[in-house]
């Protein structure tokens, strides 16, 4: 038997490998979609994309809380009970479906107010009515993906979704470059995560054919369970939009969409970038649940502890590589005339910073089925964030500094403390100080590593290198500082021990 360790390796690396590929096509898309369709076209898709994410908080948090009950039976293979949540999964999602179809409809009416001068560009509503078509069907048949992920399958999904994307992305240029169409091209960039979902079901059904042939219903204490993480993964749902999808309607309402536009091309970044943590890190989330169902909360709040140390250093080197070569990028990748102003990218990168440091937050409050008790705190931050936001754009008009700084706040004040503190009081049953005291040094060696890399920066690397040779030098400096500057700090502590026992299992299994 494959073991759990193994698994979550496999699933890693291959998810690693995946969101790796699917940067270069994600970027290209976006310089045809820039260059042939316009800086408004951007901004207006953008704000689409905001709105449609607001509704989409219909799911109510379903997913994650149906999947906590996927654990114990894919466990003890109990197949009937796996059948009855999965049928569960399959018609919710198509109320939920309905029912943003419905709420994206009655919000055509209110788009004037977001768009103001860009009513004027052809065809917006018609580009919004494809968006929204394109969420809707996004959710028939996702709540496939959930049963690979808890079975520890997650690098099937990345596989199929690799190969989809490179198909869809040759499609995409090949017609706006034929057509320039602005809708066909909408039509075709919306329905690439649909085309993958059917495949990624069609998948499920032949593997788990035997799993998915019952019409047993869930039991009572399950249906409360479940009742009870909707509940509360709604108002993680509310909090986590408000705080990451409200930005650009802000800054639409305040400015306009040609501003929301610019800071959608570093949103593609960081972006990626945090897909590329969520899926490296979501890749072990099975894992990580079907080590809570047969391991002690002591021994999980170890694990914890070692995952996060994983997590902080890529998300340092992340947010090194946000800060110091978001511009460089962007100038070779679209013109110069698309970036912006250093002190804002250090916003964009620390504000990258301290929402990802949370991460492995996420998976164990999921795995442990926390949500309930996260209520007050998704509360605080969605208040905090809209208060904070409204006093730097209102009072100080910041514009998009403003944004930026108000998502920083209400990150610290809120959710940065109280995440950490309900796990380990209520998942792990242990006080939250070791992880408070690792968050403080850990911030310590990041603004380190941030004065190191901008002294390098100013004083040697900028005065000797062009545009391109500045960026492919400074990223594997990035890499480096990334990785050796914490070392002193965690010689011999059990976080380095398991990292580097990580990396030879890995380099063994090549």
Request: glycine share 4%; hydrophobic share 50%.
């Amino acid at each position: 038997m494959i073991s759990r360790t193994t698994k979550a390796i496999t699933n890693a690396t291959w998810t690693g490998i995946s969101t790796l590929l699917t940067f270069p096509i994600q970027f290209i898309n976006r310089y045809y979609m820039v260059h042939y369709l316009g800086i408004t076209y951007l901004g207006i898709t953008s704000l689409y994309s905001n709105i449609l994410s607001i509704l989409s908080l219909a799911d109510l948090g379903v997913g994650t809380a149906i999947t906590f009950l996927l654990y114990k039976p894919l466990q003890m293979k109990d197949w009937k009970s796996l059948s009855a949540i999965m049928n569960l999964y399959k018609k919710i999602y198509r109320w939920i479906a309905a029912v943003i179809l419905v709420l994206g409809l009655i919000v055509i009416p209110f788009l004037g107010f977001f768009l103001k001068s860009s009513i004027n560009y052809n065809n917006v509503y018609i580009l919004y009515l494809v968006y929204l078509f394109g969420t809707v069907s996004s959710y028939l048949f996702s709540y496939n993906q959930s049963l690979l992920y808890a079975d520890q399958n997650a690098h099937i999904v990345s596989i199929i979704t690799l190969v989809t994307n490179y198909i869809m992305v040759i499609i995409q240029v090949v017609t706006l470059l034929m057509f320039k169409n602005p809708v066909l091209y909408a039509l075709l960039f919306v329905f690439n995560q649909f085309i993958a979902n059917c495949v990624i079901s069609l998948y499920v059904k032949k593997k788990y054919s035997m799993i998915l042939k019952t019409n047993k219903s869930i039991s009572h204490e399950e249906k409360r369970q479940l009742r009870d993480n909707v509940v509360g993964n709604m108002f993680l749902r509310v909090g986590g939009v408000v705080v990451t999808g409200t930005d650009n309607l802000f800054l639409s309402a305040f400015t306009n969409v040609i501003q929301v536009g610019l800071y959608t091309n570093y949103l593609t970044i960081t972006s990626s970038l945090q897909r590329f943590m969520t899926q490296m890190i979501g890749a072990i989330t099975g894992s990580i649940g079907n080590f809570s169902v047969v391991k002690s909360k002591k021994e999980a709040s170890v694990l914890f502890q070692k995952l996060q140390f994983i997590n902080f250093i890529i998300v340092s080197i992340a947010t090194l590589a946000i800060i110091f070569l978001s511009n460089e990028f962007i100038s070779l990748w679209l013109g110069k005339k698309y970036v912006l102003d250093h002190f804002n990218v250090i916003l964009i990168g620390l504000s990258f910073y301290f929402m990802n440091y949370r991460m492995i937050g996420w998976n164990f409050i999921s795995v442990y089925a926390l949500a309930p008790r996260m209520k007050l705190f998704a509360v605080n931050e969605m208040l905090a964030n809209v208060i904070f936001s409204l006093i730097f754009l209102k009072a100080f008009n910041l514009g998009l500094t403003g944004v930026l700084l108000g998502t920083i706040f209400s990150t610290i004040l809120t959710v940065g403390w109280q995440d950490p503190y309900v796990i380990f009081k209520h998942g792990f049953n242990t006080s939250p100080r070791p992880f408070f005291s690792r968050y403080i040094l850990n911030l310590f060696i990041l603004i380190l590593e941030l004065l190191i890399v901008e002294l390098m920066a100013n004083f040697f690397i900028n005065k000797l290198f062009n545009s391109f040779s500045t960026f492919m030098v400074m990223i594997p400096i990035i890499i480096i500082i990334g990785i050796i500057t914490p070392l002193p700090f965690y010689y011999k502590s059990l976080e380095l021990q398991y990292s580097t026992k990580l990396i030879k299992r890995l380099l063994k299994m090549r």
